[in-house]
């Protein structure tokens, strides 16, 4: 027994062959969205952020967003400048610069935010939102007195 879609009874349902007029009625729109699709798809695979797993473009690791005490900012380090930059996260516009030699990368843990770097020491806290440095000889852990 033949079990094909079509040998299915289906109510309501009329399938009919598609005829050579209307397929060159409709193949300009037919292939006008495809074309569109093709680009659309040519530009998102250029696109520099979207690159392989190992050839990662952007470091996440390199952006921090910190919200408290009525504040809103967006941390960026930047290691080819030897900067991090704090942004307004609603605006977008530059709140300081504080250079930050050899950094590579940061992570931020509650109102702490760790700067790691290459350059001695290799691990720095800066306190936010008051923007000071902790110095610590004990590798830069911060006590729980502070």
Known sequence: MNKS?????????????IRPEWLRRHAGGALAALS????CWLAWSAWPGQRGVD?????????????????????????AQ????????TDG?????????????????GDWLFV?????????????PQMTWRHDDRAGVPSPRQ
């Not at 879609?5 to 062959?17: A, D, H, K, N």
């Not at 390199?62 to 809103?72: E, L, N, Y």
């Open 5 to 17: 879609l079509l040998s299915v009874p289906m109510p309501g349902v009329t399938i009919r062959p």
């Open 93 to 109: 516009r530059p709140l300081r610069r504080l250079p930050v030699a050899g950094v590579k990368e940061i992570v931020l843990e």
């Open 36 to 39: 569109i699709v093709l680009v």
């Open 116 to 128: 790691i770097g290459d350059a001695k020491p290799r691990l720095r806290l800066l306190r936010l």
């Open 82 to 89: 030897g900067l991090l930059t704090v942004y307004d996260a």
């Open 55 to 79: 050839d990662p473009v952007v470091d996440v690791r390199t952006f921090a967003h910190w919200h408290g005490d009525g504040r809103d900012w967006l941390l960026k380090a930047e290691p």
